[in-house]
T-cell receptor
């Protein structure tokens, strides 16, 4: 079945440093979604990418969808302590399929 | 105030007992989902429902059961057949499958 892998599993950064998490799917995705889960909280939807090669920005966050629609990345510029949490990517193999979540990347920021 | 609610936030049960977790949404979403999350892990799909009176097994359905008698409600029963029930359970809903999912606050179940 479809597998969605994320690396790294954990990342410690100093406040102000950049951070990137990578998402790779074993199958082509019709879209990729990103979620953030704060410690002790629940996942919150951040963004959805649909087009091959698409790039979207939300303030300091930059999301990319690969040309082959099998990988994606989330880049945070100049991390802040409010960025702490686990970032999940998720995607359906085809339109109509259920989402498969990656294992997540846990970001820790040292002030 | 629209949203998705789960109750209770914390639940403690003795081994061998069935327990039902509540999930209610007033977002008028057709699709609802149940996920299990273990410490430091990702989300694993237990069951999902795309429409009232219909539901399908996810990746880890064994030891769980659900019902979808109303659009707003999708309760999950953790049965005594579930070998390791202690976990964080998250309910979610979406307009339809393949769309962004809205998650409830979750229920932390501890079985001893």
């Amino acid at each position: 079945g479809q597998q969605v892998m994320q690396i790294p599993q954990y990342q410690h950064v100093q406040e102000g440093e950049d951070f990137t998490t990578y998402c790779n799917s074993s199958t082509t995705l019709s879209n990729i979604q990103w979620y953030k889960q704060r410690p002790g909280g629940h996942p919150v939807f951040l963004i959805q990418l649909v087009k091959s090669g698409e790039v979207k920005k939300q303030k300091r966050l930059t999301f990319q969808f690969g040309e082959a629609k099998k990988n994606s990345s989330l880049h945070i510029t100049a991390t802040q302590t409010t960025d702490v949490g686990t970032y999940f990517c998720a995607g359906p193999a085809d339109a109509g399929n259920m989402l498969t979540f990656g294992g997540g990347t846990r970001l820790m920021v040292k002030p | 105030d629209g949203g998705i609610t789960q109750s209770p936030k914390y639940l403690f049960r003795k081994e061998g007992q069935n327990v039902t977790l509540s999930c209610e949404q007033n977002l008028n979403h057709d699709a609802m989902y149940w996920y299990r999350q273990d410490p430091g892990q990702g989300l694993r799909l237990i069951y999902y429902s795309q429409i009232v009176n219909d539901f399908q097994k996810g990746d880890i359905a064994e030891g769980y059961s659900v019902s979808r008698e109303k659009k707003e409600s999708f309760p999950l029963t953790v049965t005594s057949a579930q070998k390791n029930p202690t976990a964080f359970y998250l309910c979610a809903s979406s307009i339809s499958d393949n769309y962004e999912q809205y998650f409830g606050p979750g229920t932390r179940l501890t079985v001893t």
